[in-house]
Nanobody, 124 residues
Framework: QVQLVESGGGLVQAGGSLRLSCAAS????????MGWFRQAPGKEREFVAA????????YYADFVKGRFTISRDNAKNTVYLQMNRLRPEDTAVYYC?????????????????WGQGTQVTVSS
């Protein structure tokens, strides 16, 4: 059973930084694509960034390019989202997700497993 556990959310002022972590367990993730999504109140869940568990390929939503960086530590089975220059509009619950078939989808429906989410609040 795949388990994803996010941590690292919190309250930060605009312009500040946070690093989210997603600890993955339950199987080997070699062919998986790992993604970060977010959902603000009253809005749909939206794609933020993705990384293949093996290899260097990454992909970002336009609104985070140059500010957020996705990375992974294979030894720790953990995926990270480094978020810099945060804005109030980045306020949302952030979710880690895993796509077992490695499809590089931008839709939440592409992903098979989800964490419970971690709240990020950016004050102005």
């Amino acid at each position: 059973q795949v388990q994803l556990v996010e941590s690292g959310g919190g309250l930060v002022q605009a312009g500040g930084s946070l690093r989210l972590s997603c600890a993955a367990s339950g199987r080997s993730f070699g062919s998986y694509v790992m993604g970060w999504f977010r959902q603000a109140p009253g809005k749909e869940r939206e794609f933020v960034a993705a990384i293949r568990w093996s290899g260097l390929r990454t992909y970002y939503a336009d609104f985070v390019k140059g500010r957020f960086t996705i990375s992974r530590d294979n030894a720790k089975n953990t995926v990270y989202l480094q978020m810099n220059r945060l804005r109030p509009e980045d306020t949302a619950v952030y979710y880690c997700a895993a796509d077992a078939k490695g499809r590089w989808g931008l839709s939440a429906q592409t992903y098979d497993y989800w964490g419970q989410g971690t709240q990020v609040t950016v004050s102005s």
